[in-house]
């Protein structure tokens, strides 16, 4: 559930959260457990903490997140206020190509819905289209979409992504709101420790539901990605790339490209595909060190 100063916080169904030391072996190999691992785990006794352990070992993964590292998401629920802040197209696609490029899927959820009207909802919904995203448009306020968002979270580990100021910890709070007793005590028993807002950590919001708070996002720093590699991250771009006449086309300066027409065509959103340059420009002139 989280991973802070060398103790990992493992939950055990049934009993509860278990205070945790990793065993040397895993030093050795250079490896550690990371969030969202299922791990198995030895207890140990302690007669100040109720519930201590031994993690012995890291079950296979079915995914790892390079940035920040986490391990074993089923989706990230990418979240931006529909108002007040305005949406930051460009940080929302910066999120999108993370998570495309690390193979997660994602939902895109405007939060403060209250704040706008049909037709602005319509627009956002136009930008995002062709690119096949799920979209929710919640309020945390008049409880808008609140219950089709907890379907789209329910049986899932999550990892939320998005600015200060979109109602993140509103958005949990609500999904936290009918919690368990059990499911309580974790969420309080993991908050122990300073600075817990540099760490990752998981927060149960339904059974078999998981949210996970991370504090990584905030850059387009994806080790191993390239400048070549951003197109691939644009869903709407792929049907179109056949049609390039060049081979690597980097659908930015070239002629006969395939993306470009599927633009002037109005099949492409004209926000995504300025975005997709100015991120291409970016990493383009990246210096490398």
């Known amino acids: 559930m989280k991973g802070i100063s060398g103790f990992y916080y493992v939950y055990v169904a049934g009993t509860g959260i278990y205070e945790c030391k990793a065993k040397g072996a895993f030093r050795k190999d250079g490896i550690k457990p990371l969030i969202g691992d299922q791990v198995e785990i030895t207890e140990t006794q302690d007669s100040e903490i109720e519930l201590t ?34 949406p930051n197209f ?30 602005e909802k319509e627009r ?5 289209k062709a690119s096949g995203y799920p979209i929710l448009f919640t309020s945390t306020k ?22 200060s100021g979109v109602g993140k910890s509103s958005i949990i709070n609500c999904l936290q709101s009918h919690l368990h007793m059990e499911t309580g005590d974790i969420s309080a028993k993991i908050e122990r420790g300073k600075n817990t807002t540099r760490h990752s950590q998981i927060v149960p ?43 690597g086309c980097s659908h930015v300066n070239e002629p006969d490209c395939g993306v470009k027409e599927a633009l002037s065509d109005g099949k492409i959103s004209k926000i995504r595909y300025e975005n997709y340059v100015l991120i291409y420009q970016e990493m383009k002139n990246l210096r490398k060190y």
């Not at 070992?57 to 305005?86: G, Q």
């Not at 956002?124 to 995002?128: A, D, G, K």
């Not at 996002?217 to 191993?224: E, H």
Request: contains cysteine; negative net charge.
């Open 53 to 86: 352990g031994n993690v012995d070992h890291i079950l296979p993964r079915k995914n790892v997140l390079i940035r920040p590292a986490v391990a074993n998401i089923d989706m990230a629920l990418v979240i931006f206020a529909a108002a007040k802040p305005e």
């Open 205 to 247: 919001i339904m059974e078999d539901s998981f949210i996970m708070d991370t504090p990584g996002f905030s850059s387009m720093d994806v080790p191993g990605m390239e400048k070549e590699d951003l197109w691939k991250c644009y869903p709407e771009f792929l049907p179109f790339e056949p049609y390039c006449r060049f081979q």
């Open 124 to 128: 956002l919904r136009q930008i995002y």
């Open 90 to 119: 460009n940080l929302l696609d910066r999120f999108l190509c993370m998570m495309e490029f690390q193979k997660v899927p994602v939902t895109i959820c405007f939060n403060k819905c209250d704040l706008i009207s049909e037709e």
């Open 142 to 163: 008049t409880g808008e979409s609140m219950e089709a968002l907890k379907a789209c979270l329910r049986g899932k580990t999550t990892t939320v992504a998005g600015p």
